[in-house]
């Protein structure tokens, strides 16, 4: 337990020293469970959330985008069902009054923190006695417009769906989209966690990547497609670098179902903090849009223009949380250099797939002088005009530059040297195998895109 909680600590570190993450409002001490993303991080952040809409969206004809507002009216969150039922069971400890969530200490997830032995027991001060559970609401409360009454009472969005199910008919109705088809958005989502934790894996504000996918309605087409994107949610992330004997799919019980769903399976990855969830793909039937239809008064049937049906069609939805993939790939690609491969003892390799890498990739002149800084900063000029990621550094010994972009993740090096001037060539270092190719100058952006198709 102790070394994975290490390996945590270290991630932290590094996110924090080399700008991939800052709590938020530092300054003023911070506040509990809100992350900003530093340079790094949101470059990484920005490449996963693209790499995901290319892969789901832009290259498929049978999804179409959608960004929908994060305040919506009152009453979407009490035809969804989250005014009624979006609630944590809360209890206070009586000696020290601290809160947690009561499932969360029966089931022991605090032992092993501060002073909590055993389940059931404060991570806190220790003790044992607590008030009776209380159901907490987990939305974010705000008002629209000057006074703050219950007429004005409105909720940051806790998940990114609804908004796609409000937009059902006129996404229909503009974009003409047949039956089965998807809905996709990347958008934040607000929960008043009581227990938040574990870096960014739980927060308050986080980013979730979400399909609605719309199927005939009949429990056969929604198996089907539900078996569909459960693969293809699990080969996005393997796609993408993460080992798959990291990953594993987990069938919810029934007893653990969402109010709305007929079957959830979370694709979970192996954390330093134990086993959790990095996703979700649920089978929410019509739920949605009839108690919207209903609601709303709005009829908000699909019509099937070869059988002359009108129904509510049945969804499929794969969800996934940007802030935990990134999270996942983070704690995938960390090493520590065992003194065998090349580089010294305990030196740190961020092995990111170059998707997903901040810096894809980073030109140095060997010294700065004899006009290499010119021509290493043709040559990132040149890359980052074509959309690659590239980062010019003159600082610094060459091993040390390389080690820097090493646990950063970025997995080539250009380094311009004399026979630069000389033969029109530069060395490109691959991070991973630490071989050294000598390429041509007007061959580099070549190079490298070949390596980003590969």
Known sequence: MTEKNDLMEKIVSLCKRRGFVFQSSEIYGGTGSVYDFGPLGVEM??????????????????????????????????????????????????????????????????????????????????????????????????????????????????????????????????????????????????????????????????????????????????????????????????????????????????????????????????????????????????????????????DLKYFDEVSGERYLPYVIEPSLGTDRAMLAFLVDGYKESDGTDGRESGEVVLALHPSI?????????????DKLPEIAKRISNELVSYHVRAFYDESGSIGRRYRRQDEIGTPWCVTVDFESVEKGTVTIRDRDTLKQERVKIDEVKGYIFEKLRS
């Open 45 to 298: 952040k920005n490449a996963i959330k693209r790499a995901w809409w290319i892969r789901f969206v832009t290259t498929r004809s049978e999804i179409v985008g959608l960004d929908t507002a994060i305040i919506q009216h009152p009453k979407t969150w009490e035809a969804s069902g989250h005014l009624k039922s979006f609630t944590d069971p809360l209890v206070e400890c009586k000696k020290c009054h601290n809160r947690y969530r009561q499932d969360h200490l029966m089931e022991g997830k605090y032992v092993g923190t501060l002073k909590a032995k055993e389940p059931n027991q404060c991570p806190f001060c220790g003790a044992k006695d607590f008030s009776g559970a209380k159901d907490f609401n987990l939305m974010f409360k705000t008002f629209i417009g000057p006074t703050e009454d219950t007429a004005s009472v409105a909720y940051f969005r806790p998940e990114t769906a609804q908004g796609i199910f409000l937009n059902f008919k006129s996404v229909l109705e503009s974009s003409r989209v047949k039956i089965p088809f998807g809905i996709a958005q990347i958008g934040k989502a607000f929960r008043n966690e009581i227990t938040p934790g574990n870096f960014i894996f739980r927060t308050r504000e986080f980013e979730q990547m979400e399909i609605e996918f719309f199927v005939k309605n009949s429990r056969e087409e929604s198996q089907k497609w539900y078996e569909y994107w459960v693969g293809e949610t699990e080969k996005f992330y393997t796609d993408l670098g993460i080992k798959k004997e990291n990953l594993s799919v987990r069938q919810h019980d029934e007893d653990e179902l969402s109010h709305y769903s007929i079957g959830t399976s979370d694709i979970e990855y192996k954390f330093p903090f134990g086993t959790s969830e990095l996703g979700g793909i649920a089978q929410r039937t019509d739920f949605d849009l009839k108690q919207h239809e209903q609601f709303s008064g709005r």
């Open 357 to 369: 890498a901040p810096v894809q990739i980073a030109v140095f002149p060997l010294v700065k002088k």
